[in-house]
T-cell receptor
Framework: GENVEQHPSTLSVQEGDSAVIKCTYS??????FPWYKQELGKRPQLIID?????GEKKDQRIAVTLNKTAKHFSLHITETQPEDSAVYFC????????????FGKGTKLSVKP | DVKVTQSSRYLVKRTGEKVFLECVQD?????MFWYRQDPGLGLRLIYF???????EKGDIPEGYSVSREKKERFSLILESASTNQTSMYLC??????????????FGSGTQLSVL
């Protein structure tokens, strides 16, 4: 069935360094790729998303890139800060099914001061 | 701001009990979802609904059912709770309106323990 693989499962960086999280998807019909951030004890929240007609999107220190041919997309966080510490989930839309997402297993990012 | 409210933050039930998890959203969203979150497994879709009285199975529907009698309320039912259903349950909603960006709004979750 459809699948989203996410790597790495844990990532530790020094404050100020960059962090990259990578995901691959299997459903060729996926056209929407959001990223959610979940801080400890809190609900997941959307931080950035990208559609299949765009190759890259930036929002301040975060950016997402998409390679449709290779079926992979990545989250890039620059100048990391301790408040970036959280679990990050990538997701891909399921075919033409609006709002129906397949999530990756998550990456626990730790930013050390 | 959109509010998705789950009725309980923590719940402890016994094996075999019937369990109801309630979710209410206040933004007139058409879509509602129930996810289960387990460490190392991410978010897995149990059931979803695109309209009142409508329901669709997600990836792990076994042992669960749902009810959507009103647009704002989506209930998850564990017919006979088992220990392997101990988990964090997250409800979410999103809009189907033209121009809506498919953003999911999550509730704060219900941590269910089945003993």
């Amino acid at each position: 069935g459809e699948n989203v693989e996410q790597h790495p499962s844990t990532l530790s960086v020094q404050e100020g360094d960059s962090a990259v999280i990578k995901c691959t998807y299997s459903d060729s019909a996926s056209n929407y790729f959001p990223w959610y951030k979940q801080e400890l004890g809190k609900r997941p929240q959307l931080i950035i998303d990208i559609r299949s007609n765009v190759g890259e999107k930036k929002d301040q220190r975060i950016a997402v890139t998409l390679n449709k041919t290779a079926k992979h997309f990545s989250l890039h966080i620059t100048e990391t800060q301790p408040e970036d510490s959280a679990v990050y989930f990538c997701a891909a839309s399921r075919g033409g099914s609006q709002g129906n997402l397949i999530f990756g297993k998550g990456t626990k990012l730790s930013v050390k001061p | 701001d959109v509010k998705v409210t789950q009725s309980s933050r923590y719940l402890v039930k016994r094996t075999g009990e019937k369990v109801f998890l309630e979710c209410v959203q206040d933004m007139d969203h058409e879509n509602m979802f129930w996810y289960r979150q387990d460490p190392g497994l991410g978010l897995r879709l149990i059931y979803f609904s695109y309209d009142v009285k409508m329901k669709e199975k997600g990836d792990i529907p076994e042992g669960y059912s749902v009810s959507r009698e009103k647009k704002e309320r989506f209930s998850l039912i564990l017919e006979s709770a088992s220990t392997n259903q101990t988990s964090m349950y997250l409800c979410a909603s999103s809009s189907r309106r033209p121009g809506a960006n498919e953003k999911l709004f999550f509730g704060s979750g219900t941590q269910l323990s089945v003993l």
